[in-house]
């Protein structure tokens, strides 16, 4: 009996390289469509979404990573959620649209290396069930590009790519935002025919 999963979009920010050390400031989530084993449908990544901004973990950070959401670290050490407020309503918003769609989420970023790090750590060490997309069920959006278009991962960037599979939503570091912008590439790419640019 084949799975319906939904593709979730995640874009997280961070104020440095790797979790532990430093700190995610905020992330972002827009359920991008669903795959119920016949074919792919698209969903308003506008329509399903959570966010949420975190109080920081450490007192480390990079100034130069922090800058690029442009939130500030000490209304985040005043006002954000702590990581365990952040990620299991994170995995209660999950499991609702789960329930909603009848369907198993599967985690989708650009590049996944750094935006799943950041996550599954989060979820690992924070929330109470640990990780909602279990240890790998996530989908490398750079990847899929790749492979679709024939190219090698070092050419399988977004200036490289065909105009008409790019988002029109604006990239503003905010984590919502650019995991909706994000989702629309995803759905975009989804649907290609995978002709070479």
Known sequence: MTKVEFYVSADVEADGPV???FSMSSFGLAVAGVHDGAGFHVSDPTERTFYAELKPISDDYDPEALAVSGLDRGRLAREGQTPAQAMNAAADWLAAVSDELSATPVFVAYPLG?????MYWYFMQFASNGSPFGHSRCLDLKTLYA??????????????????LLSSH????NALDDAIEQAQLFQNVMRWNGVQP
Request: net charge positive; charged share 15%; proline share 17%.
């Open 114 to 118: 750094y935006d799943w790090m950041w």
């Open 147 to 164: 492979a679709k278009s024939a190219s090698p991962i070092t050419a399988s960037t977004k200036r490289s790519m065909p105009r008409h």
């Open 170 to 173: 604006p990239h503003t570091h």
């Open 19 to 21: 979790p532990g050390p």
